[in-house]
């Protein structure tokens, strides 16, 4: 799996920064198999991220929620998400 993707994977599970000390659940249950097995949908998360196409509501919470996540290594994540992430 390439490092965007994994990102992705990452990210699509911990989309919102709350101001508590986690992360938002409203994502939680996003089909992460079908996001990564289908081209077309992974492309266009990916051109999101690198601010080279549109984006969904997903994918702004994605970008907003992605610096952080990397630099804190998934500390704010719940148990959900850090399973998801090792996908």
């Given at each position: 799996?390439?490092?965007?993707?994994?990102?992705?994977?990452?990210?699509?599970?911990?989309?919102?920064?709350?101001?508590e000390?986690?992360?938002?659940?409203k994502?939680d249950?996003?089909?992460?198999?079908?996001?990564?097995?289908?081209?077309?949908?992974?492309t266009?998360?990916?051109?999101?991220?690198?601010d080279?196409?549109?984006?969904?509501?997903e994918?702004?919470e994605?970008?907003?929620?992605?610096?952080?996540?990397?630099?804190?290594?998934?500390?704010?994540?719940?148990?959900?998400?850090?399973?998801?992430?090792?996908?």
């Amino acid at each position: 799996m390439n490092l965007l993707s994994a990102l992705l994977l990452f990210t699509s599970v911990a989309y919102v920064v709350s101001e508590e000390s986690s992360y938002t659940s409203k994502y939680d249950n996003i089909d992460i198999d079908r996001i990564l097995g289908n081209d077309r949908i992974l492309t266009n998360y990916i051109k999101c991220m690198m601010d080279q196409g549109s984006c969904t509501a997903e994918g702004r919470e994605l970008k907003k929620t992605l610096p952080d996540a990397l630099k804190r290594g998934c500390d704010k994540c719940n148990p959900k998400q850090k399973k998801l992430r090792k996908k």
